[in-house]
């Protein structure tokens, strides 16, 4: 009996925890604290082996958020390319047309818009400016005025489908910036057209 009895305490003894913060002797033994958190599951210890930092895992970097200048849907109906305040300028592939000497939209280009529409609200972070441009027949400040219309009715139209207003302004630029000759027919048309300014956030 007394041999088991010494089997059992050795094995109590060499199963406890024995640093100085984890443990008091009493009469020649040792009895844990009870507040011991070492390897022995006991949250409070302190001693060498237990108070090693936990290893540090790194979580993976975040993909990278999605650009419209990226986005297949765009690319269908407007070319993309970059101005100089780093905002990406989409050139509609089919000029957003209008009646004659009116911010009315064609209805033939409704589509167009509501295809880039539908892109765009893939990307609720966005800042979309619509800009009108005309060419450089008739009275400069006419010109200005319509086109600040005709942007402003695209971006009308943009948020009736569903483009959050918040993310959409507007700019008329009149005949500035120019994209073709205006001393053509066919230039002139090119430079009466709608573009839009999205600034990624």
Same mark, same amino acid.
């Given at each position: 009996m007394k041999k088991l009895i010494i089997v059992l305490a050795c094995a109590l003894f060499v199963g406890a925890c024995h640093c100085a913060k984890c443990t008091t002797q009493t009469a020649g033994r040792y009895t844990n604290k009870p507040a011991c958190c070492c390897k022995h599951k006991n949250p409070a210890c302190r001693c060498a082996d237990c108070? *090693?930092?936990? @290893?540090?895992? &790194? &979580?993976?970097? @975040?993909? @990278?958020? @999605? *650009?419209i200048e990226e986005d297949e849907e765009v690319a269908t109906v407007a070319t993309v390319k970059q101005n100089d305040l780093g905002a990406a300028v989409l050139s509609f592939k089919d000029p957003i047309n209008f009646k004659y #000497?009116?911010? &009315?939209? +064609?209805a033939a280009s409704n589509a167009t818009i509501d295809k880039v529409a539908t892109a765009l609200k893939k990307y609720p972070d966005a800042k979309v400016r619509v800009a009108g441009y005309t060419d450089s !027949?008739? #009275?400069?400040a006419y010109n200005m005025d319509l086109s600040e219309r005709r942007a402003h009715a695209v971006a009308?139209? !943009?948020?009736? +489908?569903?483009v959050p207003a918040a993310n959409v302004s507007y700019i008329g630029y009149g005949a500035a910036n120019p994209v073709a000759t205006n001393k053509t027919a066919e230039g002139r048309y090119q430079n009466r057209r709608v573009e839009l300014e999205v600034t990624n956030n």
């Open positions: 108070a *090693k930092p936990a @290893p540090v895992v &790194e &979580e993976p970097a @975040p993909a @990278p958020a @999605p *650009k #000497n009116s911010d &009315e939209i +064609d !027949l008739g #009275n400069a009308e139209r !943009l948020v009736a +489908d569903g």
